[in-house]
């Protein structure tokens, strides 16, 4: 057991993209306000608050008060691990395994989202992708590592997410003029799906410009002649993003990829090579701590049009939702675990209410962040009873930071319900280590 295993409130960053929400309908600006009083005043209705960042990322690290100091995340681990070893105690407040796995590096990057207009067409590379990319063009790539990323709505959520079904894609390339215009005359079926689907992306985004942005003007003209009641869904998603991005390729890709609209508590997986691009709505998100990205459309940004089209998996089909975990003491109203296919992390969500008024965490073997995403509570470590830690007055907007092997209870302050998510390593890494 760590022997200095205090549970940390943490002083998190937000970030203001222009695609965010603005002011106080931003739930990241809102998760601001109840972190610190003080920033209620400083709150701006004319600044877009699109992410808060919560982890050890060097772009905006999340930062401790320690000893009347304050300390970026990871020089505290290492000031308290420094502490620790010269007691001569073995234990670790990052967890053996992960130090193990990933050195002294934070595991991942956790953040909320509040969107107001689409982000990027993107997808990320894998870990030896990564590696050649940050190689070769160290000033666009800036490190060696993949970025795969879990998104769990907490508002109805729109996403364009992997490759429709081939034959999806063929009918509006025959029913949608506009559409097909953008595309070379030449363009064939091939019988390789893989490689069929790499020719129409590649062909728009190294189409004429001026082409595409003809054809967009015809096509957003053609829809808003519709009667409102004729418009289908697409069509609405298609004159949003026009609206968005006037003369942008990826309006296009509204015809290429799955429209998906998740409803609050269902969650996303996007592993390398999978195109996408979240377009509206709250989430929470967790991630491997990387900025490696490949765009191809919705942005002002570099296009890196080559890459894109090699790198993508070009697996087609509706985009597999991740399942929730259950535990078998509680109910899926008062814990989900999102667990995906990666070791870097997991996300638990766990819900308080007049039902269910306390709920034990398990101890976790790697380090662990939580965010009060509403409601007020108080939490008792377990793990730290000689020094009867027990954190009051939580509300909407703590964030604390949870040493490896630390067991303790989320407990209910007042009659209102109480909404948190927690991030820490994937139990997959001890599963399959036997630790």
């Known amino acids: 057991m760590v022997e200095n295993n205090n549970i940390v409130l943490l002083k998190c960053v937000s970030q203001n993209y222009e695609w965010g929400k603005y002011g106080s309908n931003s739930t ?13 005043d400083i709150i701006k209705e004319t600044t877009p608050y699109a992410e808060l960042w919560m982890g050890d990322h060097i772009s905006a690290p999340s930062k401790v008060e320690y000893n009347n100091k304050e300390l970026k995340l990871r020089e505290y681990i290492d000031m308290v691990q420094q502490e620790i070893n010269e007691k001569s105690t073995q234990s670790s407040i990052r967890g053996e395994m992960v130090e193990k796995r990933f050195g ?6 956790f953040k909320v989202l509040s969107i107001r207009t ?11 992708l990564a590696q050649v990319l940050f190689k070769k063009y160290p ?11 879990i998104a769990i709505a907490t508002t109805p959520f729109e996403a364009l997410c992997s490759f429709r079904p081939l034959s999806e894609i063929q ?11 953008s595309l070379p005359n030449n363009l064939i079926k091939l019988d390789d799906c893989k490689e069929y689907l790499k020719s129409i992306v590649t062909s728009l985004l190294k189409a004429d410009v001026l082409l595409i942005s003809n054809n967009l003007k015809e096509l957003n003209n053609r829809l808003n002649e519709k009667k409102e009641e004729e418009r289908n869904e697409l069509d609405k998603l298609v004159l949003k993003l026009y609206s968005q991005y006037p003369g942008d390729v990826g309006v296009f890709f509204a015809y290429i990829l799955n429209y998906v609209v998740l409803k609050p508590g269902e969650a996303l997986f996007l592993g390398a090579g999978e195109p996408h691009a979240y377009i509206s709505g709250d989430c929470v998100e967790c991630m491997a701590p990387s900025d490696n990205v490949v765009r191809a459309g919705l942005t002002p940004k570099l296009k890196d049009v080559d890459t894109l089209g090699d790198m993508l998996t070009y697996r087609t089909g509706r985009p597999d939702l991740v399942v929730p975990q259950q535990r078998s003491d509680l109910s899926l109203n008062n814990y989900r675990c999102y667990q995906p296919p990666v070791d870097e992390f997991q996300v638990e969500y766990y819900h308080l209410d007049e039902n269910c008024k306390n709920i034990n965490v398990y101890a976790s073997k790697g380090p ?11 939490i008792d470590n377990k793990s730290n009873q000689s020094n009867n830690q027990t954190l009051n007055h939580l509300h ?40």
């Open 28 to 40: 990241v600006a809102k998760l601001l306000k109840g972190y610190a009083k003080e920033c209620s």
């Open 104 to 109: 002294n590096d934070f595991p991942f990057l």
């Open 118 to 128: 689409a982000l990027s067409i993107q997808a990320h590379p894998d870990s030896q």
């Open 139 to 149: 000033n666009i790539y800036k490190d060696p590592y993949h970025k795969p990323e």
């Open 171 to 181: 009918s509006f390339i025959n029913t949608m003029p506009e559409f097909k215009n």
């Open 368 to 378: 662990s962040i939580i965010l009060v995403y509403s409601g007020n509570l108080s």
């Open 396 to 435: 909407t907007g703590s964030i604390l930071f949870v040493p490896a092997n630390t067991e303790y209870q989320f407990i209910l302050s007042d009659s209102s319900p109480v909404s948190i998510y927690v991030a820490s390593v994937s139990n997959r890494i001890f599963n399959k280590n036997n630790l």
